[in-house]
């Protein structure tokens, strides 16, 4: 196997403290260089608050963030979404309210590229040609299919069981994935912890496409920027994740709750029988996800300042205090996206200015990537 860069292990405010530094300083980019910020998220309908806190938060003050000559790209990766069954009247539905909720949290079409996948089709193409390349070990130690067709970590292709449930596009979403971030030549790609395994792979697709074609280098290895970890967990499984796979709606908040709905929530969210408000993620995980959850959307400096503030409070005061903390900071949001639902022709004419721009960069990509195949 080629050798790869190392994941550059910065957080998206260390890369943008790197901006129009030395390259002695910020070894992974120069000022001279102009950066180019990719990173994509399937339509799955309207994000809940682990989405919003985990990465799309994050996504707005990166693109805020960087120079005025980097190029901040977010893409809607709906062809990633059918390597499962989808009904396709809900997908249409999700895809909407998907890009609704990306521009009620912050983004601005103005600032980044935000454009549905499949209106772009330079990324399948690169698929293919990237997929002459792929190897079927590595796509087998993959852990997304595995995860999808709910098997072991240590399945293999070569089980019965898991040859008749996989399909070609879920074993080969990686190869679309690395085709999604070379094809805009995506120098930095935000991504969580569970990611890294993925920006790896598009690295040596990249390294070993360069090296095939023997010529100065066409596509662009991309560097990991890992997200600053901020996991919120069920509201009634608190020693899970939160998740649109949880079956009860109680478990999550939806970034366009309303207030109702929020205090609702939270009021039935799962805690304990113990006097006051402390935090232990061990001893008394309902509790403190509620104080983790109150210090990232009500700004506070740390969660001792949240334990300060409300350690001598009743359960029942202090969720109707991380109520109000969670109501004030999503109700701009949810004002927002129901006024882009409102204008559906003005979500297609974005989206359709993001597919434009984005089908012009990738566009320049391939049209070098076939000079050096020989097309």
Known sequence: MLPSLLPARRSLLRF???????????????????KVVFSGIQPTGIPHLGNYLGALQQWVKLQDSIG????????????HAIT??????????WRTQMLASLLAVGLDPAKSTIFYQSDVPAHTELMWMLSCHASM?????M????????VSDSSTIDSEKVRSK?????FSYPVLQAADILVHRATHVPVGDDQRQHLEFARELAIGFNANVLRAPVLVEPTTLLSPARR??????PAQKMSKSQGSELSRIYITDSEDEIRLKIRKARTDGIEGVSYDTEARPGVSNLIEM???????????????????????????KVADTVVEHLEPIRSSYLDYLDRPGALRDIAEQGAEKARKRAGDTMKDVKEAIGF
């Open 16 to 34: 943008a403290r790197c901006a129009g530094q030395s390259q002695a300083r910020c070894q992974s980019t120069t000022a001279a260089q102009p």
């Open 68 to 79: 005025p000559n980097d190029t901040v790209i977010y893409s809607i990766v709906d062809l």
């Open 84 to 93: 499962m069954p989808k009904d396709a009247a809900q997908l249409r539905t």
């Open 137 to 141: 070990g590595y796509l087998s130690r």
């Open 143 to 150: 852990t997304q299919w595995k995860s999808k067709l709910d």
């Open 166 to 170: 996989l399909k070609l596009g879920l």
């Open 232 to 237: 919120v967990m069920s509201l009634e499984k």
């Open 294 to 320: 109150m210090c990232h959307l009500g700004g506070a400096e740390n969660v001792d300042a949240i334990v300060g503030e409300c350690k001598d409070l009743s359960m029942q005061a202090f969720k109707a």
